[in-house]
């Protein structure tokens, strides 16, 4: 399966949509179109975003809330961010129907910039400029 497919076969459109909205604003916040380091791949049955063999996060719709799996370590980095969610040791459940979308794209891109950075220290200020691969 792809991602694109994953996508498609989530049956309510409005856990697609908000799962979607997710997905393209950790892709846009991490610049993975131009980031070499960066891959896109469908693994352990979610789109997940990967740093060479490293994965930096998976996200998945499930029943009643998406799942965002950033690690036991963003976890605990972020706690205080993330007080209003469920989360276990490595994963977020953001509950369907969120109102304050908008905060919730910015503490799930800031968690992914952050694992990210964790394993390339040296490509971070390209990314957070919007730079990355050479054209």
């Known amino acids: 399966m792809t991602i694109d497919e994953y996508f498609l076969a989530i049956d309510d459109d ?46 998945a719709a499930m029943k009643k809330h998406i799942g965002i799996y950033p690690g036991s370590q963003a976890i605990e980095e972020f706690s205080h961010r993330l007080s209003q969610y469920k989360t276990t040791k490595g994963a977020i459940q953001i509950p369907y129907g969120v109102d304050d979308t908008d905060i919730l794209v910015k503490r799930v891109t800031d968690i992914a910039l952050w694992l990210w950075a964790k394993n390339n220290r040296s490509e971070v200020h390209t990314v957070r400029r919007g730079k990355g691969k050479s054209e």
């Open 14 to 59: 409005n856990h697609r949509k908000q799962l979607v909205v997710l997905w393209r604003a950790v892709l846009s916040a991490l610049n993975v179109e131009k980031v070499d380091s960066l891959s896109l791949r469908f693994a352990w049955g979610m789109p997940s975003v990967y740093y060479g063999s490293t994965p930096v996060v998976h996200m």
